[in-house]
């Protein structure tokens, strides 16, 4: 059992590098099962979601070689089997690409219903059902698994239009839609900057997709993919809360790496709170000095306000000057971490998928949880801003999805540090 220990109280500064995306790196790495040959993909985070994706593929027949830390050669041509390892997809949410990538190269696949972080209750594939379905496949989910097969072994391009914005059925639609005999129209797809990577990835390597970024993506399928090269894109959402982390704690952190028209909304969030921003080519300048102001955030799909930002801007907010109204426009549930942030001293009033939040003066330090990334994340913030020593327990959601974030943290001057504890006695005599 591990936690990370914050002394807070302390401004940031100095430089923080962005790794690359993950939530592009997961739809990627199952996508390279759908090309013959080599595919390099550079700039792969360090986090347990990308290594638990690579882990499934080498299970599946892929030769995986790591040519730098970031650097993988992948090479799925070995792959013979569509049914993939059961106990490692149901580790995160990200395996449902497993389904478009397999359906999409053998014409069938069997994986398990997939697990990650549980902040909506249940988390839906009914439309990434209904599109396969478009595209020539039985598909049957019970008892966890999922288990799809196109009719004469082959899917065929569709018509699908989607009744939700989802990222996650827009790009399992495309992975099942490269190889598939004609033409794929998704449209009311999602916009994500992540699936314009997933695109582009695909089309470097022989793909033809247009659109990708706006809401009517169209798929011409072709014969093949082949080998290639691709490096993705930086984590819009790391980004952004290191952002917030010093909108938050104050200082003056150079944040390096990143693409800023990917961050605009957060950005003008963040100068309507009075914290200074400065854009370069690449990088991103946060300085916070006065007082943080009250502001309304409402999120949606991009390029509305990111939902994977809310907890992080929450916490914040939760010491800005007045009375802030957020509104979570994407899950149904995603305000768990909450009740964590109340032990700190924090004034939040949560009903349905609004919050009200009281700014308070100070927060103090608590023996708190991470219920999922964000929210891990946000308690990592609040740690940060906090007076005295914070304890966060279930970091592993946390390292799903930011790569050395002590060590970032600690670079421009934060006090945290990660603590190993045993197990309870009780749970270690059970286990043997
Ligand atoms: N939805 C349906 N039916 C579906 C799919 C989605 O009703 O078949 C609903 C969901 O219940 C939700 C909304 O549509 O209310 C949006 O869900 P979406 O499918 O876009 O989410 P996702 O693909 O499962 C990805 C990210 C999430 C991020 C959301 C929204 C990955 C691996 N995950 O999830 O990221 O919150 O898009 O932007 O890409 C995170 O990184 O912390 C994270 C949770």
Redesign the pocket.
Known sequence: MNKYVIRGGRPLKGQIEISGA??AA??MIPAAILVDGVCRIENIPQIS?AVIQLSILKSLGADVRAVTEHTMDIDCTGIKSAVADLDMMRK???S?YLIGALLGKFGEATVAM?G??N??G?????????GFTAMGADVEVRNGLVVAKAAGGKLHGANIYL?????????NLMLAAVLARGRTVIENA?R?P?IVDVANFLNSMGADIRGAGTNVIKIRGVERLSGGFYSIIPDQ?EAGTYMAAVAGAGGEVLIKNVIPKHLSCITSKLEEMGVEIIEGEDCVLVRRRGALRRANIKTQ??PGF???MQPQMTTVLALAKGTSHVTEG???NRYKYVDELSKMGANIRVDGRAAVVEGVDHLTGAHIKAC???AGAAMVIAGLCADGVTEIEGIEYIER?YENIIEKLTSVGADIRPVEEPEPEETVKRAV
């Open positions: 993950k939530n997961v739809g979601d995160l949410r990200a449902y997939p990650g972080c902040f909506g249940v988390r839906p594939i009914d439309q990434h059902v209904k009744d939700v914005v989802s990222v996650g059925a827009t790009i999602a994500e992540h959402i799909p991009y990111p939902t994977d994407v899950w149904d999922d990334l964000r999805g």
